[in-house]
């Protein structure tokens, strides 16, 4: 499985964005799919994750009620629908696959490239 992340930017305090994760290989729908994201200094830490069929889904305390996770197999692609962003969301998202919950660097089979989202106060 291969991953290709987009959708970083540049945003204010309290605005949106939405980051995507195209998969190539035909064992994307078999996986559980997830975000994390690495601040400068910080260790990589775990932001959401997703079932393989969507049914289930699992956040960081620190983003739910504000990040969506979500995806749609038919076009092997996860989504993070990130609202009402703060400065401390600055870092670099990565999205990763691997077996449910996903919760951790070491359940990760297969990393993407990383996006960088800047949350300016």
């Known amino acids: 499985v291969q991953l290709q992340a987009s959708g970083g930017g540049l945003v204010q305090a309290g605005g949106s964005l939405r980051l995507s994760c195209a998969a190539s290989?035909?064992?994307?729908?078999?996986?559980?799919m997830g975000w994390f994201r690495q601040a400068p200094g910080k260790e990589r830490e775990f932001v959401a994750a997703?079932?393989?069929?969507?049914?289930?889904?699992y956040y960081a305390d620190s983003v739910k009620g504000r990040l969506t996770i979500s995806r749609d197999n038919a076009k092997n692609t996860v989504f993070l629908q990130m609202n009402s962003l703060k400065p401390e969301d600055t870092a670099v998202y990565y999205c990763?696959?691997?077996?449910?919950?996903?919760?951790?660097?070491?359940?990760?089979?297969?990393w993407g490239q990383g996006t960088q989202v800047t949350v300016s106060s």
């Open positions: 997703i079932s393989w069929s969507g049914g289930n889904t």
């Open positions: 290989g035909r064992t994307f729908s078999s996986y559980a």
């Open positions: 990763a696959a691997g077996p449910w919950p996903l919760a951790r660097t070491i359940l990760v089979r297969y």
